[in-house]
């Protein structure tokens, strides 16, 4: 009998991909036409006002509206690169020349916005040209913190430089824009603005302490981007050097300082120096914008100049303190962990920054041979050492009430991917745009084959290619969390996903919606299946440590992919993710594995976890699942023929897991001590005590699930009456605790509780 199901998402979402592929790929073969059909003006404005902005938006506790129809799409397809011809050689163009599927090379149109704006992943209007033609525009990687209405309000007259005509996915027309650095909003004055859209009144002229005004009253309102534009324009009529000309600059450095235009209001407040040396406002304000760039010596140099001419200046004793403290980190990468631990837990849905400095410990960028650049030790380092702990050039965590989970989905490459990565790129090109020098840094990173336009600057503005920033992004970013921490993996596997996660889970081939986020020195971390450092996050900062001990001039390495998975699968990720062939000693061992072999183990592995499920029913039935269990790893141990050292039992971690905490259920801490020291030798580990110390005389595998490992050893020991191998082994756990983790500070506020209900003493 037919049975109708309803559609799931990963049916709507393939349903909505293949049509918007099946239009696109249409679209593409009539490149160059003219549409064949146009709505009229009524109909577009009607479509767009249809957009039911009440429905589909909700306004944050940030006053920003955000979609609520759950996740959205952000399809990349065409890239084509940005405008670099300054404008002035530009020819105009009307609605009417446009042609399908082109970057019209060459031109620019001018036009006005005849709507209210809508914003779905980017902001979207309609607008006319001067024959009162129009035409849907979609302004992309805008800054978020605006609303569309503050980004192109009704009214708004604005050129796009080489404007891309496209169709859309939804088989309409429209004029997309990637590129920041190809919109130019005009104002009331501008003369480019054609005669018959300038304002009836001529604005009365106005002084600049007018323009400072409006400022200070957007600046109250926490409208810095406004605020900062009253400024500029102040600043265009202001006699240079005058009273209100440092006014103004001061505050549009404060603006900026809001904005996190760092460079931009330290060039402001250094104008302001240029004029008066000793201005108090400009000394702070520019070393307040070395020092949340980073750069802590100049902002050092800056308040200690600033505190000699005014030394009751209390934020500048302050900050000047906090200043040491983060030269201090910078240079000895010793940092107060669990204070800062505990400030993001406090964050809650709010957007946090840690209060520290990055640390570049003993490593320096090399070349890696076929892998491109690398990152190498420059000494001898120990197990556990801190190599890295790096700021985020950017990250966006999903906890955060701004965090948009969208699926950023690339046609071309027919690949979706579900998480924060869609903002990611827009707050990338947004910080891109307003802090160029600190860009350098960015453009640096790995890009595959993507080919970069010439030029820096256009009409004096930075040329931002949203492509370039994406290729960057997919390459180079992290998925991460706000804190690193050791769960329970089996409250993974059985913690029912929410709604969005099911969504996700269908939608995006990783499965999952992360946060994502952008280090500049971790991005030169090449890839190995058995890493030897390992990498933990602490809000934005990104920690790695030395998984074992290294020689000076070893290449460090993470594991970008950290799951159980054989090597086919694997392999398919590296080069569908990252476009390489891993092939380290666990690739070629699995890959040179007689036929069969990954097919047997994968499906003892697919049996073995199965019996999770006993977990939720009586200790009568997990005992009963326990001999099964063993036949099963015993089973999966046996596929495995080279030595644990060199191919370590990766994928029995997860049937491990199970078994063991059958074990802990049916009290039988002998065997639970017994299977945690098996498993650890199956990861390569090798361990012994020597001179009353626990060592470990060959490394393993490290994966969070290690430290659970040794945790086992320690509980299941104590219960054993074994008090002193506990003690023993708890003191190596909080080592291993601190390689994953990222600092061992936290370690008794994870596992205190289970040690002491073991009889382990905690002090
Ligand atoms: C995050 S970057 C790492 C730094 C990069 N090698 C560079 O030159 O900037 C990731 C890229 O490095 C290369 N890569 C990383 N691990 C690799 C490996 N094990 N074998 C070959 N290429 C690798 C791939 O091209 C991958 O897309």
């Known amino acids: 009998m037919f049975r109708y199901e309803e559609p799931t998402w990963a049916d709507q979402w393939f349903n909505y991909f293949t049509r918007a592929e099946k239009i696109l790929k249409e679209a593409e073969a009539r490149k160059g036409e003219k549409p064949l059909y146009k709505p009229s003006r009524s109909q577009y404005i009607f479509y767009h006002n249809s957009f039911n902005r009440e429905a589909s938006e909700e306004v944050g506790s940030d006053g ?171 600043l265009e009529i202001a006699e240079p050097g005058s009273v209100s000309d440092i006014f103004l600059l001061l505050n549009r450095a404060q603006a900026y300082l809001e904005l996190g235009y760092n460079e931009k209001a330290l060039i402001d407040a250094d104008k302001v120096l240029s004029y008066e040396p000793l201005n108090q406002k400009a000394l702070y304000r520019s070393a307040l914008a070395c020092y949340k760039d980073g750069d802590y010596e100049s902002a050092k140099s800056r308040l200690v100049k600033l505190l000699k001419k005014f030394p009751e200046n209390k934020n500048a004793k302050e900050r000047l303190l906090r200043t040491f403290q983060r030269l201090r980190e910078q240079r000895t990468g010793k940092y107060e962990f669990l204070k800062m631990r505990n400030q993001v837990k406090e964050w809650g849905e709010k957007r946090g920054k840690l209060d520290c400095a990055e640390y570049v410990g003993p490593v320096r960028v090399g070349k890696a041979g076929g892998k491109g650049r690398g990152l190498f030790a420059t000494r001898d380092v120990k197990f556990g050492e801190l190599l890295l702990c790096s700021k985020a050039f950017k990250v966006c965590h999903k906890e955060a009430a701004n965090a948009r989970l969208e699926i950023l989905f690339n046609l071309k490459a027919r690949k979706g991917q579900a998480g924060t990565h869609s903002q990611l790129v827009q707050e990338l090109i947004q910080e891109l745009y307003h802090n160029p020098k600190k860009a350098k840094r960015f453009y640096d990173l790995h890009t595959g084959d993507y080919k970069r336009v010439r030029g820096e600057t256009v009409d004096g503005l930075p040329i931002v290619d949203s492509h370039l920033v994406m290729r960057i992004m997919l390459r180079n970013a992290f998925e991460c969390s706000r804190l690193s921490s050791v769960d329970d993996p089996l409250e993974n596997l059985f913690r029912e996903k929410t709604e969005v996660e099911k969504m996700i889970a269908e939608a995006s081939p990783t499965g999952t919606a992360e946060g994502s986020g952008l280090w500049i020195m971790p991005s030169y971390i090449n890839h190995s299946c058995w890493q030897n450092s390992t990498r933990s996050f602490l809000g934005d900062l990104l920690i790695v440590r030395a998984a074992r001990d290294l020689s000076e001039g070893e290449e460090i390495t993470i594991n970008y992919m950290e799951n159980e998975s054989g090597v086919q699968k694997r392999q398919k990720a590296f080069l569908s993710e990252w476009g390489f062939e891993c092939k380290c000693t666990m690739c070629e061992i699995e890959t040179a594995e007689p036929q069969g072999v990954q097919d047997k183990r994968d499906e003892l592995v697919e049996k073995a976890l199965k019996f999770k499920v006993y977990l939720k029913q009586s200790t009568e039935k997990i005992e009963s699942g326990v001999a099964p269990m063993i036949k099963l790893i015993k089973g999966i141990e046996a596929t495995y023929t080279k030595p644990e050292f060199i191919h370590p039992r990766v994928q029995l971690l997860s049937p491990t897991h199970i078994l063991q905490t059958f074990l802990v259920r049916t009290e039988r801490p002998p065997d639970v001590f017994f299977l945690a020291k098996q498993s650890l030798n199956g990861l390569g580990f090798k361990i012994a005590t020597k001179g009353g110390r626990v060592v470990i005389e060959r490394y393993g595998h490290m994966c969070y699930p290690v430290v659970n490992l040794f945790v086992h050893v320690v509980t299941a020991g104590a219960m054993m009456g074994d008090l002193l191998t506990a003690v023993l082994w708890r003191n190596i756990t909080i080592k291993i605790y601190e390689v994953v983790v990222g600092e061992k500070e936290s370690f008794f506020d994870a596992f205190g509780r289970a040690l002491l209900q073991a009889g382990v003493p905690v002090d």
């Open 64 to 234: 920003i509206r955000r979609s609520t129809v759950g996740l959205s799409t952000n399809i990349a397809y065409n890239e084509h690169p940005p405008c670099t011809s300054p404008f002035a050689t530009l020819e105009k163009k009307f609605l009417d020349d446009l042609r399908l599927e082109l970057a019209h090379r060459g031109s620019y149109i001018i036009l006005r916005a005849v709507v209210f704006p809508n914003r779905y992943v980017s902001v979207s209007t309609i607008a006319e040209d001067e024959n009162g033609e129009v035409e849907l525009v979609q302004i992309y990687n805008q800054d978020d913190r605006r609303s569309p209405e503050c980004i192109v309000p009704e009214g708004q007259v604005f050129i796009v430089k080489e404007p891309y005509f496209k169709t859309t996915s939804s088989g309409g027309t429209s004029i997309r824009v990637d590129h920041v650095s190809d919109i130019i909003f005009l104002d009331g004055e501008d003369e480019r603005i054609p005669e018959k859209w300038r304002p009836r009144l001529k604005l009365l002229a106005r002084r600049s302490l007018d323009w400072k005004d409006d400022g200070n009253g957007f600046y109250k309102k926490k409208q810095y981007f406004e605020a900062a534009q009253c400024y500029t324009k102040g």
